[in-house]
């Protein structure tokens, strides 16, 4: 099966800086990977999404980075902002099962 | 406006007993799932619909029963066979089809507490 794990459980950068957060797949045949900001008590929202057959999606202020070759993919957050200060997954879906797969999640920590 | 609804936010539950969770969509979505929350965890798929009548379970679904009777709900049931409930408990749809087939839209949780 599927397993999805990250690489840091916790980062602290300083605002303004551009903050990287690494998530690591298991299932080659996975081929969808959704990244999502979750604040305390709330539920996930959104932030952006790639498919297998690109190597980079642009969002506002979010990059992601598939490598598919090593199973790695990365959320880079440009200008980190205090309002970023959350916990992210990253998700992956393949094919066969219509479900997705979270990872343990990284909190995001910005200091001013 | 169109969203997922979790009721309710907070739930306790004495050993023994079973307890219905509420999820209700008016995003028109035909996918429906649960999902399970621990302290510094992932979420862990519970159950998951893709239609209407039809369910199928997720990597944990030992001691949780779910149906899916109406397009717009998905209530899940922690019965007294599930050991540790103590959890946070999220429910997402999603539109099974398109350019993205997995997006969810999650509610808003339920943090169920057994005493």
């Known amino acids: 099966g599927e397993s999805v794990g990250l690489h840091l459980p916790t980062l602290s950068v300083q605002e303004g800086d551009n903050s990287i957060i690494n998530c690591a797949y298991s299932n080659s045949a996975s081929d969808y990977f959704i990244w999502y900001k979750q604040e305390s008590g709330k539920g996930p929202q959104f932030i952006i999404d790639?498919?297998?057959?690109?190597d980079k999606r642009q969002g506002q202020r979010v990059t992601v980075l598939l490598n598919k070759t090593v199973k790695h993919l990365s959320l880079q957050i440009a200008a980190t902002q205090p309002g970023d200060s959350a916990v992210y997954f990253c998700?992956?879906?393949?094919?066969?099962?219509?479900?997705?797969?979270f990872g343990s999640g990284t909190r995001l920590q910005v200091q001013p | 406006d169109g969203g997922i609804t979790q009721s309710p936010k907070y739930l306790f539950r004495k050993e023994g007993q079973n307890v219905t969770l509420s999820c209700e969509q008016n995003?028109?979505?035909?996918?429906m799932y649960w999902y399970r929350q621990d302290p510094g965890q992932g979420l862990r798929l519970i159950y998951y619909s893709q239609i209407v009548n039809d369910f199928q379970k997720g990597d944990i679904a030992e001691g949780y029963s779910v149906s899916r009777e109406k397009k717009e709900s998905f209530p899940l049931t922690v019965t007294s066979a599930q050991k540790n409930p103590t959890a946070f408990y999220l429910c997402?749809?999603?539109?099974?089809?398109?350019?993205?087939?997995?997006?969810?839209?999650f509610g808003s949780g339920t943090r169920l507490t057994v005493v």
């Open positions: 790639i498919r297998s057959n690109m």
């Open positions: 998700a992956a879906a393949d094919t066969g099962r219509r479900a997705l797969t």
């Open positions: 997402a749809s999603s539109i099974p089809s398109g350019v993205s087939d997995y997006g969810y839209t």
């Open positions: 995003l028109n979505h035909d996918a």
